[in-house]
């Protein structure tokens, strides 16, 4: 039977994922430039970008093996794990947010952030009590 809601919100996880990494690609060089030109150690926001990419990597990894096993109970706890690792790289990435800007923390931004893997949790837990 399988869980739509996992399929359905693993695809979007790649496509989001897809995009993420170009454009943590992208803020990686401009970092690299931004140092060179005000010769400023950029150590914080250069962790922060690799973490946001390995985050982006994970995420992809996971909508993969949710697409791939949308409909397999036996993989529904390696799904659950991806996606408590989702939410761990989304909350960390926050908190390096509220480290490295003075701006504040912007709970707005952790509930959009935490909406998708969440979402993926649920199908993951749907797919997970199939096999129950």
Excluded: D, H
């Amino acid at each position: 039977m399988g869980s739509k809601l996992l399929k359905v919100i693993s695809i979007l996880m790649i496509v989001f994922a897809g995009i993420g990494i170009v454009m943590e690609i992208i803020l990686f060089s401009g970092l690299a430039v931004l140092a060179s030109v005000i010769g400023s150690n950029m150590g914080m926001y250069t962790f922060a970008v690799i973490i946001g990419l390995v985050g982006c990597v994970v995420e992809l990894v996971s909508g993969i093996l949710g697409v791939k096993n949308w409909n397999v109970p036996e993989k529904a706890q390696t799904c659950v794990i991806c996606g408590i690792v989702c939410v761990a790289f989304q909350v960390l990435s926050n908190i390096l947010v509220l480290v490295s800007y003075s701006q504040g923390f912007n709970v707005f931004s952790l509930l959009i952030g935490l909406v998708v893997p969440v979402l993926y949790l649920v199908g993951a837990f749907q797919l997970k009590n199939q096999n129950s």
